[in-house]
């Protein structure tokens, strides 16, 4: 779901999404995973792609216009007009590519810009890749009953996702899990990020609990405080 007006976290939201994850743990046999993190992928690809489209562009302008650019040419040698051999025309529309592509591209290594240009479905689908990846790493079948589930925010990115393990899965869909996205999303606009995570953590929690109520031994078996990478 789509984020925006994010702060960083600061020491005092540790505390609160910690706190939060803490309390939400006590009435019920599922474990809530929180990751805060500043940018889930670089998009150096989406540079090159623009670079290369740059580049392209140029071919069919100098393609369409050749007398404009020849034109250009000339001027800028002094004014000679000159009968150009097809080589010399490849070699000058090679070298005017080239010069697109290497400027577009460093150009666009500054990141705000790059990440303007990554359209959003593909913004969405890496941070949604990363947060799977994540899980997979720390939250997947690492509880004995299969509950364990993953809260993470990709801040750059103004993302988030809900991960959750096998047998929550099976019991809780996605959309469930809207009331604790809404109470992030609310909070984060606000430029309460700390503060929203743990209400989304409060929220997960409600979930949780009536599905997997606290059976008589719950041991923790996650870690409750906030990952920030």
Wanted: aromatic share 8%; proline share 3%.
């Amino acid at each position: 779901m789509a984020l925006h007006k994010i702060n960083r976290m600061t020491q005092a939201d540790h505390v609160r999404v910690t706190e939060a994850v803490a309390a939400a743990e006590q009435h019920t046999s599922g474990e809530i995973v929180t990751i805060v993190t500043d940018l889930s992928d670089h998009y150096e690809d989406i540079g090159l792609f623009w670079a290369s489209v740059a580049a392209f562009l140029a071919f069919a302008a100098y393609g369409l216009f050749p007398d404009f650019y020849l034109g250009l040419v000339d001027s800028v040698t002094g004014g000679w007009a000159h009968d150009y051999s097809a080589g010399e025309i490849m070699a000058m529309i090679f070298v005017a590519m080239v010069l697109k592509w290497v400027g577009t591209w460093l150009i666009l290594k500054w990141l705000p810009l790059r990440l303007a240009l990554t359209p959003k479905a593909i913004k969405m689908a890496r941070v949604r890749a990363r947060a799977i990846s994540l899980f997979k790493v720390g939250t997947e079948a690492k509880t004995v009953g299969r509950t364990g589930v993953l809260l993470y925010l990709s801040m750059k990115e103004h993302r988030a996702e809900i991960v959750a393990d096998e047998e929550i899965a099976k019991l809780v869909t996605p959309e469930i899990w809207g009331d604790a996205m809404v109470a992030l999303i609310e909070r984060v606009k606000a430029g309460q990020p700390g503060e929203g995570m743990a209400e989304a953590v409060r929220q997960m929690g409600i979930v949780l609990a009536e599905h997997f109520p606290k059976g008589h031994e719950n041991p923790n078996e996650l870690p409750d405080r906030l990952i920030e990478l």
